[in-house]
């Protein structure tokens, strides 16, 4: 269900970014912490649908949020919320919604109890707040235990219990950081469907994570930094066409490797196999998607036996090795 979030007896909030500024703006940011560069020389703009953050734990994803909600001045460059400098003018603030990576939540609180105490501090009244919490309570799938105790949630149900704090205040902007991490896969699921939801709405999401497949689940606008450095911004599907400059390799467990091998080999995609013992075969490839894709087809045409068919340089390390020249 999709919250029906009205704004009566709301206080009033800041315009939303005008058609050509763009929600998110950073120009030449930087953080440095003496001679620790957090983050160098950042410049983007996004404004809706869900965008996702990847990189490596210290790569500077967390510090890039801290600075999009004024928990950090930056070093250099300006940072605009909703075409705003935050510093000069909190206000954008009322339209932002931010799911810290760590946060302390009160145990001894239900959950709209929680929810709802976030939404008074907005401005609403006790029946508005216990209202709006009970309708993002729903949007992310927890309304039949509102009235449980936090403490005796699950790691999937405390973060979507901090997904529903956030969204208490319609906010234009949500910036979620690592929302999946210790989530169980059902729960995983569960937030996915929440993050593709709200990007439907027209929000402007960001989620970060250093999972590829995650953020591939989600989305395929990227933006992905590296050693405080963004080094690839847009659409996932474009940059692993570029990938196909560099071979690819795709491992096959089954009962007789060298059948599969053999028919295999016969594929124009493949220039290279070996064979770590009977069983396992790795394939060499410069068109990791075109044969990734007929792979199926080929191993039922000759009904080979096949247990797994793995990717072990399809990840974020292998993206990052590509993107930085092999420095990842």
């Known amino acids: ?193 929440v993050i593709r939801e709200l990007g439907k709405l027209g929000r402007t999401v960001l989620v970060s994570s250093h999972i590829l497949g995650e953020i591939e689940r989600i989305t395929e606008q990227i933006i992905i930094l590296h050693q405080g450095k963004l080094v690839a911004l847009g659409n996932l599907h474009a940059i692993r066409e570029r990938l196909d400059q560099i071979p690819h390799t795709i491992r096959l467990v089954g009962e007789d490797a060298r059948a599969m091998a053999k028919d295999i080999l016969e594929h124009p995609a493949v220039f290279g196999l070996s064979f770590p013992n009977d069983r396992e075969l790795l394939i060499q490839t410069y068109h990791f998607g075109e044969l990734h894709a007929q792979l199926p087809s080929i191993i039922v045409e000759n009904n080979h036996k096949v247990s797994l068919i793995d990717n072990p340089d399809d990840d974020l390390e292998s993206l990052l090795r590509y993107l930085t020249g092999g420095a990842a």
């Open 1 to 193: 269900m999709i919250p029906d979030v009205t704004q009566q007896g709301r206080p009033a909030q800041p315009a939303t970014a005008a058609p050509n500024v763009p929600v998110v703006y950073f120009q030449g940011v930087s953080k440095s912490y003496g001679r620790i560069h957090a983050l160098s020389n950042i410049t983007l703009g996004l404004s809706g649908g869900v965008t996702g953050i990847l990189g490596m734990n210290g790569a500077g994803k967390s510090t890039l949020f801290k600075l999009l909600m004024g928990k950090l001045r930056p070093s250099a460059g300006e940072v605009k919320l909703f075409g705003i400098n935050p510093w000069k003018n909190p206000s954008p603030y009322a339209k932002v919604g931010f799911v810290p990576e760590h946060e302390k939540m009160h145990d001894w609180m239900t959950a709209l109890e929680f929810v709802s105490t976030f939404a008074r501090l907005h401005g609403m009244t006790r029946d508005e707040a216990e209202k709006e919490a009970m309708r993002v309570l729903t949007f992310v799938g927890l309304s039949d235990v509102a009235n449980k105790e936090i403490g005796r949630f699950s790691k999937g149900m405390r973060q979507r219990t901090k997904i529903a704090h956030a969204l208490v205040n319609d906010p234009d902007l949500i910036i979620l950081d690592e929302p999946l991490q210790g989530c169980d896969p059902l729960a995983r699921t569960t937030i996915m469907n």
